[in-house]
Protein backbone atom coordinates (compact mmCIF):
# COMPACT_ATOMS: atom_id res chain seq x y z
CA UNK A 1 0.00 0.00 0.00
CA UNK A 2 0.86 3.51 -0.85
CA UNK A 3 2.26 5.70 1.92
CA UNK A 4 0.34 8.98 2.60
CA UNK A 5 1.15 11.77 1.05
CA UNK A 6 0.05 15.49 2.10
CA UNK A 7 0.03 18.57 -0.15
CA UNK A 8 -0.56 22.02 0.76
CA UNK A 9 -2.52 23.66 -2.02
CA UNK A 10 -1.63 27.40 -1.97
CA UNK A 11 -5.13 29.57 -2.26
CA UNK A 12 -4.02 32.98 -2.77
CA UNK A 13 -3.60 35.66 -0.27
CA UNK A 14 -6.44 38.04 1.62
CA UNK A 15 -6.28 40.92 3.77
CA UNK A 16 -7.73 41.87 7.26
CA UNK A 17 -7.05 44.11 10.33
CA UNK A 18 -4.04 43.37 12.43
CA UNK A 19 -6.70 43.84 15.17
CA UNK A 20 -9.00 41.54 13.91
CA UNK A 21 -5.93 38.45 13.51
CA UNK A 22 -4.84 39.41 17.00
CA UNK A 23 -8.04 40.38 18.87
CA UNK A 24 -7.38 43.59 21.27
CA UNK A 25 -3.93 43.44 20.93
CA UNK A 26 -2.73 44.01 17.10
CA UNK A 27 -1.00 46.14 15.94
CA UNK A 28 -3.43 47.48 13.94
CA UNK A 29 -2.84 48.05 9.99
CA UNK A 30 -3.11 46.34 7.12
CA UNK A 31 -2.17 42.12 6.85
CA UNK A 32 -1.82 40.12 4.26
CA UNK A 33 -2.28 36.58 4.91
CA UNK A 34 -2.26 32.85 3.05
CA UNK A 35 -4.87 30.48 2.81
CA UNK A 36 -4.52 27.15 1.84
CA UNK A 37 -6.32 23.73 1.29
CA UNK A 38 -4.53 20.29 2.22
CA UNK A 39 -4.80 17.20 -0.28
CA UNK A 40 -4.20 13.95 1.74
CA UNK A 41 -3.21 10.90 -0.84
CA UNK A 42 -4.46 8.09 1.29
CA UNK A 43 -5.13 4.26 0.59
CA UNK A 44 -9.04 4.97 1.67
CA UNK A 45 -9.20 7.59 -1.23
CA UNK A 46 -8.09 11.56 -1.77
CA UNK A 47 -9.16 13.55 1.07
CA UNK A 48 -9.28 17.52 0.97
CA UNK A 49 -8.74 19.24 3.67
CA UNK A 50 -10.38 22.52 3.28
CA UNK A 51 -11.08 24.57 0.19
CA UNK A 52 -10.01 28.39 0.50
CA UNK A 53 -12.04 31.07 -0.66
CA UNK A 54 -14.01 31.77 -4.21
CA UNK A 55 -12.38 35.28 -5.80
CA UNK A 56 -15.90 36.21 -7.25
CA UNK A 57 -17.19 35.81 -3.81
CA UNK A 58 -14.72 37.96 -1.61
CA UNK A 59 -14.83 40.81 -4.60
CA UNK A 60 -18.90 40.87 -4.22
CA UNK A 61 -19.51 40.44 -0.13
CA UNK A 62 -15.94 41.53 1.22
CA UNK A 63 -14.09 43.43 -1.35
CA UNK A 64 -12.41 45.63 1.38
CA UNK A 65 -10.40 41.69 1.92
CA UNK A 66 -8.13 43.04 -0.87
CA UNK A 67 -8.16 38.94 -2.26
CA UNK A 68 -5.03 37.99 -4.51
CA UNK A 69 -5.44 34.89 -6.34
CA UNK A 70 -4.15 33.77 -9.89
CA UNK A 71 -6.29 30.86 -11.94
CA UNK A 72 -3.87 28.46 -10.63
CA UNK A 73 -4.65 29.09 -7.06
CA UNK A 74 -8.17 28.05 -6.92
CA UNK A 75 -9.15 24.69 -6.64
CA UNK A 76 -9.33 23.50 -10.05
CA UNK A 77 -5.69 25.31 -10.79
CA UNK A 78 -3.81 23.31 -8.08
CA UNK A 79 -5.16 19.94 -8.70
CA UNK A 80 -4.25 20.31 -12.30
CA UNK A 81 -1.19 20.48 -11.34
CA UNK A 82 -0.93 17.84 -9.87
CA UNK A 83 -2.61 16.08 -13.03
CA UNK A 84 -5.91 15.71 -10.98
CA UNK A 85 -9.35 16.70 -11.97
CA UNK A 86 -11.93 17.84 -9.25
CA UNK A 87 -13.65 14.50 -9.40
CA UNK A 88 -10.69 12.95 -8.31
CA UNK A 89 -11.22 14.10 -5.35
CA UNK A 90 -13.05 11.59 -2.74
CA UNK A 91 -13.41 13.40 0.66
CA UNK A 92 -13.73 16.91 1.59
CA UNK A 93 -13.49 17.70 5.27
CA UNK A 94 -14.14 21.50 6.20
CA UNK A 95 -12.26 22.52 9.53
CA UNK A 96 -15.65 24.97 9.77
CA UNK A 97 -17.59 26.82 7.30
CA UNK A 98 -16.44 30.37 6.94
CA UNK A 99 -15.51 31.61 3.25
CA UNK A 100 -11.71 31.13 3.34
CA UNK A 101 -12.19 27.30 4.11
CA UNK A 102 -15.32 26.24 1.81
CA UNK A 103 -15.23 28.56 -1.15
CA UNK A 104 -13.70 25.79 -3.38
CA UNK A 105 -16.12 23.18 -2.62
CA UNK A 106 -18.73 24.24 -5.47
CA UNK A 107 -15.97 22.04 -7.60
CA UNK A 108 -16.02 18.74 -5.31
CA UNK A 109 -19.43 17.92 -6.34
CA UNK A 110 -18.89 13.98 -6.63
CA UNK A 111 -16.71 14.14 -3.26
CA UNK A 112 -18.63 12.98 -0.17
CA UNK A 113 -18.27 16.29 2.32
CA UNK A 114 -17.35 15.66 6.07
CA UNK A 115 -17.76 17.86 9.17
CA UNK A 116 -19.14 18.63 12.58
CA UNK A 117 -22.40 17.61 13.53
CA UNK A 118 -22.38 21.04 15.15
CA UNK A 119 -20.83 23.18 12.50
CA UNK A 120 -23.83 21.92 9.81
CA UNK A 121 -26.46 22.96 12.22
CA UNK A 122 -25.23 26.20 12.98
CA UNK A 123 -23.79 27.61 9.65
CA UNK A 124 -27.38 28.09 8.52
CA UNK A 125 -28.29 30.15 11.39
CA UNK A 126 -25.32 32.08 12.61
CA UNK A 127 -25.21 34.77 15.40
CA UNK A 128 -25.55 38.33 13.34
CA UNK A 129 -22.03 38.97 14.30
CA UNK A 130 -20.90 35.91 12.26
CA UNK A 131 -22.55 36.64 8.76
CA UNK A 132 -19.84 37.82 7.16
CA UNK A 133 -17.92 34.64 7.83
CA UNK A 134 -20.63 32.36 6.83
CA UNK A 135 -21.43 34.64 3.71
CA UNK A 136 -20.45 31.63 1.15
CA UNK A 137 -22.76 29.05 1.01
CA UNK A 138 -22.23 27.46 -2.42
CA UNK A 139 -20.96 24.49 -0.61
CA UNK A 140 -24.83 23.46 0.58
CA UNK A 141 -28.49 24.20 -1.92
CA UNK A 142 -29.27 22.51 1.37
CA UNK A 143 -27.61 25.19 3.50
CA UNK A 144 -28.42 27.72 1.64
CA UNK A 145 -32.24 27.25 1.69
CA UNK A 146 -32.45 27.53 4.93
CA UNK A 147 -30.49 30.42 5.22
CA UNK A 148 -33.44 32.33 2.81
CA UNK A 149 -36.04 30.24 4.55
CA UNK A 150 -34.70 31.78 8.03
CA UNK A 151 -34.46 35.39 6.56
CA UNK A 152 -37.62 34.95 4.38
CA UNK A 153 -36.14 36.29 0.87
CA UNK A 154 -35.62 34.15 -2.12
CA UNK A 155 -32.96 31.67 -2.74
CA UNK A 156 -30.20 33.12 -5.26
CA UNK A 157 -30.31 30.55 -8.28
CA UNK A 158 -26.74 30.89 -8.01
CA UNK A 159 -26.43 29.21 -4.54
CA UNK A 160 -28.88 26.36 -6.02
CA UNK A 161 -25.91 24.38 -7.53
CA UNK A 162 -25.99 20.79 -5.18
CA UNK A 163 -25.95 19.53 -2.13
CA UNK A 164 -23.38 17.15 -1.53
CA UNK A 165 -23.82 13.89 0.55
CA UNK A 166 -22.56 14.85 4.54
CA UNK A 167 -20.97 12.79 6.84
CA UNK A 168 -20.94 14.51 9.93
CA UNK A 169 -18.85 13.93 12.90
CA UNK A 170 -18.57 14.58 16.65
CA UNK A 171 -15.81 14.27 19.56
CA UNK A 172 -12.23 14.22 18.62
CA UNK A 173 -11.98 11.19 16.24
CA UNK A 174 -9.69 8.92 13.58
CA UNK A 175 -11.77 8.98 10.35
CA UNK A 176 -9.34 7.33 8.35
CA UNK A 177 -5.76 5.82 9.24
CA UNK A 178 -3.64 7.96 10.42
CA UNK A 179 -6.07 10.96 10.29
CA UNK A 180 -7.37 12.60 13.66
CA UNK A 181 -9.94 15.16 13.70
CA UNK A 182 -9.57 17.37 17.45
CA UNK A 183 -12.46 19.61 18.10
CA UNK A 184 -11.29 22.92 18.41
CA UNK A 185 -14.48 24.84 18.87
CA UNK A 186 -14.61 28.53 19.93
CA UNK A 187 -13.88 30.13 16.48
CA UNK A 188 -17.00 28.34 15.32
CA UNK A 189 -19.17 26.22 17.17
CA UNK A 190 -18.13 23.14 15.10
CA UNK A 191 -14.53 23.82 14.59
CA UNK A 192 -11.59 21.08 13.80
CA UNK A 193 -8.01 21.05 13.56
CA UNK A 194 -6.46 17.75 11.73
CA UNK A 195 -3.46 15.76 12.42
CA UNK A 196 -1.58 13.88 9.98
CA UNK A 197 0.54 10.99 10.24
CA UNK A 198 3.13 10.21 7.98
CA UNK A 199 5.82 7.47 7.65
CA UNK A 200 8.68 9.72 6.95
CA UNK A 201 8.33 12.18 9.21
CA UNK A 202 6.80 14.37 12.49
CA UNK A 203 2.88 14.33 11.93
CA UNK A 204 1.59 17.33 10.73
CA UNK A 205 -1.21 19.23 13.23
CA UNK A 206 -3.36 21.54 10.68
CA UNK A 207 -4.73 23.97 13.58
CA UNK A 208 -7.15 25.67 10.78
CA UNK A 209 -8.72 28.88 12.32
CA UNK A 210 -8.42 27.52 15.95
CA UNK A 211 -4.59 29.31 15.86
CA UNK A 212 -4.26 31.63 12.59
CA UNK A 213 -0.28 32.21 13.11
CA UNK A 214 2.79 30.92 15.30
CA UNK A 215 2.44 34.48 16.97
CA UNK A 216 -0.95 33.34 18.06
CA UNK A 217 0.31 30.65 19.88
CA UNK A 218 3.45 32.56 21.12
CA UNK A 219 1.21 35.58 22.33
CA UNK A 220 -2.12 33.12 23.42
CA UNK A 221 -3.77 35.47 21.27
CA UNK A 222 -6.27 34.25 19.11
CA UNK A 223 -8.20 36.34 16.24
CA UNK A 224 -11.18 38.32 16.50
CA UNK A 225 -13.76 36.12 14.59
CA UNK A 226 -14.86 34.32 17.29
CA UNK A 227 -18.38 32.37 18.60
CA UNK A 228 -16.23 31.91 22.32
CA UNK A 229 -13.48 33.43 22.94
CA UNK A 230 -12.98 31.50 26.00
CA UNK A 231 -13.42 28.53 24.43
CA UNK A 232 -11.28 29.44 21.78
CA UNK A 233 -8.38 30.10 23.93
CA UNK A 234 -8.79 26.67 25.72
CA UNK A 235 -8.72 25.54 22.00
CA UNK A 236 -5.42 26.94 21.72
CA UNK A 237 -4.41 25.41 24.83
CA UNK A 238 -5.41 22.54 23.82
CA UNK A 239 -3.30 22.58 20.27
CA UNK A 240 -0.25 23.20 22.18
CA UNK A 241 -0.87 19.72 24.36
CA UNK A 242 -1.76 17.76 21.53
CA UNK A 243 1.70 19.08 19.49
CA UNK A 244 3.61 18.26 22.43
CA UNK A 245 1.97 15.31 23.19
CA UNK A 246 1.99 13.37 19.44
CA UNK A 247 5.32 15.08 18.55
CA UNK A 248 3.46 17.15 15.75
CA UNK A 249 4.56 20.31 14.10
CA UNK A 250 1.67 23.01 13.75
CA UNK A 251 0.80 23.91 10.71
CA UNK A 252 -1.65 27.12 10.88
CA UNK A 253 -4.25 28.56 8.93
CA UNK A 254 -2.81 32.23 8.06
CA UNK A 255 0.56 32.75 8.72
CA UNK A 256 2.23 35.22 6.62
CA UNK A 257 5.58 34.46 8.31
CA UNK A 258 5.23 30.58 8.65
CA UNK A 259 3.53 29.83 4.76
CA UNK A 260 6.89 31.02 2.82
CA UNK A 261 8.56 27.74 4.84
CA UNK A 262 5.65 25.19 4.00
CA UNK A 263 6.27 22.89 1.06
CA UNK A 264 3.68 24.00 -1.51
CA UNK A 265 2.27 21.50 -4.12
CA UNK A 266 3.72 19.75 -6.49
CA UNK A 267 6.17 19.57 -3.56
CA UNK A 268 4.69 16.93 -0.35
CA UNK A 269 5.30 15.68 3.28
CA UNK A 270 5.60 12.08 3.30
C1 LIG B 1 -10.66 36.24 6.67
C2 LIG B 1 -11.91 36.46 7.41
N1 LIG B 1 -12.55 37.60 7.24
C3 LIG B 1 -13.72 37.85 7.86
C4 LIG B 1 -14.24 36.91 8.71
C5 LIG B 1 -15.41 36.92 9.48
O1 LIG B 1 -16.26 37.80 9.55
O2 LIG B 1 -15.48 35.76 10.15
C6 LIG B 1 -14.34 34.96 9.84
C7 LIG B 1 -13.58 35.75 8.90
C8 LIG B 1 -12.40 35.50 8.24
O3 LIG B 1 -11.75 34.34 8.42
ZN1 LIG C 1 -12.76 31.06 10.19
ZN1 LIG D 1 -9.83 31.42 8.02
Redesign the pocket.
Known amino acids: MADTKVYILDGGSLVIDGFHAFWNRGPGGELRFPTYSVLIEHEDGRYIFDTGYDYDHVQKVLPFEKPLQTKEQTIPGQLEKLNLKPSDVNYVINS?Y?F??CGGNKHLTTACTICHTKELEVCACPQPFEML?YSDLTFSSDVAKERSDQLKTALDPELDIFTPTFETVSGDQEIAKGIWLFETPG??AGHYSMMVELKNRRPMLFTA?ACYSQKSMDMMCIAS?HLDPTAGVESLKKLKTLAEKHDAELFYSHDPDSFPNYVKAPGFYS
Open positions: HHDHGHTDF
